[in-house]
Every structure is written in C-alpha cells, then in structure tokens.
C-alpha cells in the first residue's frame, strides 16, 4: 500500500515537473544549482582539509572568509529566485485547475447490440482525460431474439438525447465543452445519430474493440485505402440503391417496392473488421462517399437507399459528413440474417427537406442477391 502511494506520488511529482513552463523549471533549477555550488565545490574541498588536519592555514582562513560572504548573497539570490519559480509554478496550477473545472466532456454513449452494462464509455474517457465527464446514455436496446423490434420507439430516444446534448451545452460556455461519441447500435440508429450531431462542432469518436473488449478511441494512422466504385455507368430512374462493404461484402437490396433498383457498390481495398481506426481515413472515406452522392444527384437521383457493411464508428463519420441540404434523401436499411426480406426496414433519414426522420417498412416479398 505505502509502494504503491509512494509510486503515485512520484508519477505526479515527474508530470507536474515536465508540465511547469520553460521559465518556472529555469528559475527552480538555476536556483537549486546555485546551492549546490555553495556546499559543494570549494567550500566542501575546505570542509574536508579542515576535518583531516584539524585546522586550515591562516591563508585559506582568509579565502573561506571571503567565501562566506559571497555565499552568503548567493543563497540569497538562489533561495529567492527559488520562491519565484514555485510562486509561479503554484499559481499556474491554481489557474489551470480553475480551467478545468470549467471544461466537461459530453459522453454519449449508444447502448444496442450488447446486454449489459459494464466498460461504459464515460469510464474509458475519465482515465484519458482531467475534465469533468459526464455521460449520456442513449439506450435502445429494444430486440426480441436478435431482432430489432419497434424502431418508430428508438427514434423519439435519439431526438431526446440530441436535446439533452443542446441542454447541456447551453448551461455552459460551448468553448468549454467537448463533446465524444461511442456506440453499439443498428446502422439506422447510429447514421440518424450522425446526422443529427452534424452541427456540433468537433466530436471525439470511440469504437468497441472486440478483440480487447474495450473502448477505444479512433486515433490511429491513416493506411490510404480508397473504395473502388462500380454501378456508377448503369444510373437510371430516380432511386438508387448505394451497397458499401467496409469490413466485409453484404447481401445487397436489389428490390424494392416490387421494383428492381439499380446499385451502386462501393467496396474498400483490404476489406477488414479492423481498419477502421484512423479518423482521417474514415473522413476522407467519407468524403469519397460524398461525391459519390453528388455525382447520384447530379444524374437525377432523388432517393438513396443505403445499406451499409460498417463498423459503428464509421457509420456515424458517414452520417455526420452527409450533406443535409445538397444530396438527395437517403434510407438507411437494417439488415437482419435469416430474415425475408434481408432489410424489413430502413430509416428516412432528416435530409433534403424532410424534417424527421420515419421508418420505411419493406414489403414482404423475397429479396435476391446479386
């Protein structure tokens, strides 16, 4: 117990120490050197001389003297320039602390796919950060044998944890707050909920890691991989269906409405469950997917309908970076294995005009693959 004090309290001490500004760590160390000088060096050969001969010659009497008086104005000088430093030192830190109590980190964290509630992510993010957290906990957790069931219910909650957000960042300064995102949720769910925090300035993302069974923050390096488009030379009619594989190749929606649409693939080099971890590159991912949009809309397509083989992390990035004003409506599709159809629902997403979001219902007619 003591070790492990005395351990924590050494770590701080070496934080605190490489934290203090350039001029505070100057003015302790110049000071602290200045005293080892006085009791080392010169004095301490004296020191030494007088131990083993028992008195020192009248001559180096002399010399000691004139050392005392100087050291005398040095330790002056070393001790003030001492109490300088730790003046400011303990002023800075009375100032930074004041700061941080007035920053808070918004956790929202998105509870679907898993049952229980250990690891929360607001606990993950505490041990990264020295802001005040607090959590929002978006629980749509409503499944029956691993189907989703009721989705008009789970939209109601992700509006009221978008207004809980808006609450918590009126309370306060917005400069000061931070705000991170983490889920584990249907695609549907965490697209709208990217859409929805469009406008709220940066936010932190995290991923479940499954292989640390863990929260993780999306910090890592960007490995260049690009999507290769295919369908885009076959754009006919008003509706489009868009099929991503991000991790691996999915059951594509080739009917809808009894109608066969035409697809647009956009299939990741290197598909992996674990390259998702660099923001920049699901950002400039998303950016392809963006002017993917653009070219759809620009050929006369008013509706996508999106289904998507994705991380949860980069489902949000998709639905935050999808231009509100300038796409074409978009439907996000749930998709259900075992089921017929593969995708008995999808979410009209609060785009191009439509002011909220609404549960599509697929007739229930066979799908076919391609």
């Known amino acids: 117990m003591l070790k492990r004090h005395l351990d924590n309290f050494v770590s701080k001490l070496i934080d605190w120490w490489f934290r203090v500004s350039t001029i505070e760590r100057f003015l302790i160390a110049t000071g602290t050197g200045l005293l080892i000088s006085i009791f080392g060096g ?47 030192a303990i002023w800075r830190f009375l100032n930074d602390a004041k700061l941080r109590s007035k920053r808070r980190i918004l956790v929202i964290e998105a509870r679907g796919l898993r049952d229980d509630d250990g690891n929360p992510l607001a606990d993950a993010v505490g041990r990264d950060r020295d802001e005040a957290v607090t959590p929002i906990i978006l629980d749509l957790r409503n499944r029956l044998d691993g189907r989703v069931i009721e989705p008009d219910n789970a939209l109601a909650d992700i509006a009221a ?9 009126r309370d306060g300064d917005r400069a000061n707050v931070t705000t991170v995102y983490g889920g584990l949720t249907s695609v549907p769910y ?10 709220e300035g940066g936010v932190l993302t995290y991923d479940w890691d499954r292989t640390r069974e863990a929260w993780r923050k999306i910090d890592g390096e960007d490995d260049g991989s690009h999507f290769s488009v295919d369908g885009l030379g076959s754009l006919t009619g008003k509706e489009m269906v868009v099929a991503f594989a991000f ?11 009894g109608r066969y649409l035409p697809i647009v693939r956009l299939t990741l080099e290197n598909m992996s469950s674990d390259a998702h971890w660099s923001q920049k590159k699901q950002n400039r991912l998303a950016q392809e997917f ?8 620009a050929s006369g397509v008013k509706r996508i309908h999106l289904v998507l083989a994705a991380p949860n992390s980069v489902v ?37 005009g439509i002011e909220r979001p609404q549960v599509l219902y697929s007739e229930p007619e066979a799908e076919q693959s391609s």
């Open 42 to 88: 010169l004095p301490l050969i004296l020191g030494l001389l007088r131990l083993g001969l028992g008195t020192l010659p009248e001559g180096l009497i002399r010399v000691q003297q004139g050392i005392d008086t100087v050291d005398a104005w040095i330790i002056g000088i070393a001790l003030l320039l001492i109490a300088v430093g730790l003046f400011l």
């Open 161 to 169: 944890a978008h207004r809980s957000l808006l609450q918590h960042k």
């Open 190 to 199: 965490t697209f709208l909920t990217g859409v929805l925090l469009d406008d």
């Open 247 to 257: 991790s691996y190749r999915g059951t594509p929606l080739r009917r809808h409405s």
């Open 290 to 297: 963006f002017e993917t949009a653009k070219q759809l809309s």
């Open 316 to 352: 949000f990035t998709f639905g935050r970076r999808y231009d509100k004003r300038n796409l074409p409506e978009i439907v996000v599709y749930q998709y259900q294995r075992g089921m017929v159809p593969a995708y008995p629902w999808g979410v009209l997403m609060p785009v191009a």
